[in-house]
């Protein structure tokens, strides 16, 4: 039984090395917020920090992840970059139907917490790989230079 340290709390989860972290999660631990997209690490709806860095879970299993600290959008608010990644989001009506949010908010934080002021380049590189079938980009870019102009959430 691999042991994970999710979200700041050591957990032994009964599942094999090879499943991926996303069933992991969510249907052992019973976090939800983690949404599954795709499969194939292609829409970013199932991602999670590993270590601070955005990683689809979907396709990273469990084994890749022991010893390291996962954190899933469940506790991103912990971090002051994540609370005011959320905070942009709800001002700003972000969400439309809400199934990519959680990828789109992870993928948002990891990037201001690895970039504090970025560029529209940024912004872009960074969230490429989260799809928003609602089409809500624009406010996703709002928010997200929100974020990185407020000091505290």
Known sequence: MPSLTLNGKLQQLDVSDDTPLLWAVRDV???????FGCGIAMCGACTVHVDGQPVRACVTPVAAVVGKRVTTIEAIGQ???GRK???????LDV????????????SATALLEANPQPSDADI???MSGNIC???TYGRIRAAIKLAARR???
């Open 133 to 135: 079938r609602c089409g």
């Open 29 to 35: 631990a019973g976090l939800t917020g983690t949404k």
């Open 85 to 91: 990644v959320q905070a942009a989001w709800r001002e």
């Open 124 to 126: 872009d590189a960074a």
């Open 95 to 106: 969400v439309q139907c809400g199934y990519c949010q959680s990828g789109q908010v992870m």
């Open 151 to 153: 000091k505290e959430a």
């Open 79 to 81: 971090s002051p970059v």
